[in-house]
């Protein structure tokens, strides 16, 4: 089983400054097709959870562009450079490289 | 536009059984891997089932091996999960999702007694 691993798990931010998620694999998520499916989701309070990076860093659709995800192999990155108020919720990083698997999730809440 | 919707969630004994359907739509459906994914109250997302495209390859986390199955149809753009022997830790919220497109709202299922 692909264990996912998110840090901090929890990151108060200041509305308008950076915040940053990472995320590690317990093993490389290149599948053998090439690609890495590697996600970021956005749950809001009392929402489903919604998509907003496929395979590392393509914003779906809809998705403001201060969102973007980087990485490779088996760590990491969302970041969202400029936080507003409605970014406020759990963000989880999946893999469905190997089956689906999730991180802990990443509750992130204004200062 | 792309949807999932699911159905089927209710309060059930302990024991119990209860289907859940999704249905969808906006999207090649017939190409897609579906999952199911629950969230348990003020928990994380947990994987519970895939099948591949065409239902000849089924899989499941190990909390639910021999008490759900997951199926599709193909030619209605449904999935479902047929969940017997349940018990109180499968209360949850019940997300179909094919997890790189789309997720539906949820459906709520209750054990308890």
């Known amino acids: 089983d692909i264990v996912m691993t998110q840090t901090p798990l929890s990151s108060p931010v200041t509305l308008g400054q950076p915040a940053s998620i990472s995320c590690r694999s317990s093993?490389?998520?290149?599948?053998?097709?090439?690609?890495?499916?590697l996600s970021w989701l956005q749950q809001r309070p009392g929402q489903p959870p919604r998509l907003l990076i496929y395979k590392i860093s393509n914003r779906f659709s809809g998705v403001p562009d201060r969102f973007s995800g980087s990485g490779a192999g088996t760590d990491f990155t969302l970041k969202i450079s400029r936080v507003e108020a409605e970014d406020v919720g759990v963000y989880y990083c999946m893999q469905a490289t190997y089956l689906v698997s999730f991180g802990q999730g990443t509750k992130l809440e204004i200062k | 536009e792309v949807q999932l919707v699911e159905s089927g969630g209710g309060l059930v004994q302990p024991g119990g059984s209860l289907r859940l359907s999704c249905a969808a739509s906006g999207f090649t459906f017939t190409g897609s891997w579906m999952t199911w994914v629950r969230q348990a109250p003020g928990k994380g997302l947990e994987w519970v089932a895939n099948i591949n495209r065409d239902g000849s390859e089924k899989y499941y986390v190990d909390s639910v091996k021999g008490r759900f199955t997951i199926s599709r149809d193909n030619t209605k753009n449904s999935l479902s999960l047929q969940m017997n022997s349940l018990r109180a830790e499968d209360t949850a919220v019940y997300y179909c999702?094919?997890?790189?497109?789309?997720w539906g709202q949820g459906t709520m299922v209750t054990v308890s007694s």
């Open positions: 999702a094919e997890p790189s497109i789309s």
């Open positions: 093993q490389s998520l290149v599948h053998s097709n090439g690609n890495t499916y």
